[in-house]
């Protein structure tokens, strides 16, 4: 990503209502296959600013890396200092050297997202656990996607082949925010009208950020029960077979 972006997101995420609906998304699915257990070893691929190192440290020990040394920093400021600078498809670690890997906003970072795959594969022990949070729907590729670096966006059929491809088992797959979706495709619209840098990563208004945060928080609930047919992100749950 560019630099700047990791000061905006040190800035909002604990603000905003997608970084909010993404933490209630994964940490609920987790809940639902994971118990807590200290020594777990988790590795935070992409860990960013380290926000959510404490929140994973819930379900063991957590390491992080990032590709940013300015991310690193901030990580740093907050506290977090098992982190490290590598890229997410070259980590210097021993084979099945974790039980938990996530990668949150990564994957569609990465050129060759199938090499990485089989690299956060031969990192987790047999039984392991990867999660999975990308964004979806090719057509909704724009300039944000751009500015952050994203190669691509994902459509459910793909990401499942890649992870199977991988040696993943699919525990749970998902489409997330779909009922924010004509809301965001309307605010795409005003800002292609008015244009603004990182228009998608800028707080709204608190009654609109309140609302959003609270339909994000609705949608987790159904995304972490039958699954949603579509929307602009998908998480995944594999298991290492």
Not at 89 to 95: I, K, N, V, Y
Not at 138 to 164: F, Q
Not at 172 to 183: D, G, K, Q, T
Not at 204 to 210: A, D, G, L, T, V
Request: some cysteine.
């Amino acid at each position: 990503m560019e630099e700047t972006a990791y000061s905006l997101m040190h800035e909002i995420e604990d603000r905003l209502w997608w970084y909010r609906g993404r933490r209630r998304v994964c940490f609920d699915l987790l809940d639902r296959f994971l118990a807590p257990a200290p020594e777990r070893r988790i590795l935070d691929v992409g860990c960013g600013t380290g926000y959510n190192m404490a929140h994973l440290r819930k379900y063991g020990s957590v390491q992080g890396v990032d590709m940013s040394e300015e991310a690193l920093r901030f990580c740093r400021q907050r506290g977090e200092m098992n982190v490290a600078l590598h890229r997410a498809g070259e980590l210097p670690f021993p084979d099945q050297s974790f039980e938990l890997l996530t990668a949150f906003d990564v994957l569609e970072h990465i050129e060759d997202d199938r090499g990485a795959l089989r690299e956060f594969d031969r990192l987790l022990v047999p039984g392991g656990w990867l999660l999975i949070y990308t964004p979806a729907l090719p057509w909704m590729y724009n300039e944000h996607d751009r500015k952050v670096e994203h190669k691509r966006r994902y459509v459910k059929a793909e990401l499942m082949d890649k992870l199977d491809q991988a040696g993943f088992e699919i525990k749970h797959l998902s489409y997330v925010n779909l009922l924010i979706l004509p809301v965001v495709l309307l605010a795409r619209l005003f800002y292609k009208l008015r244009p603004g840098s990182h228009a998608e990563m800028q707080v709204p208004p608190e009654p609109f950020n309140w609302f959003f945060t609270a339909l994000s928080y609705l949608e987790a609930r159904l995304v972490n029960g039958p699954a949603l047919p579509y929307g602009m992100t998908l998480v995944a749950l594999a298991r290492k077979g």
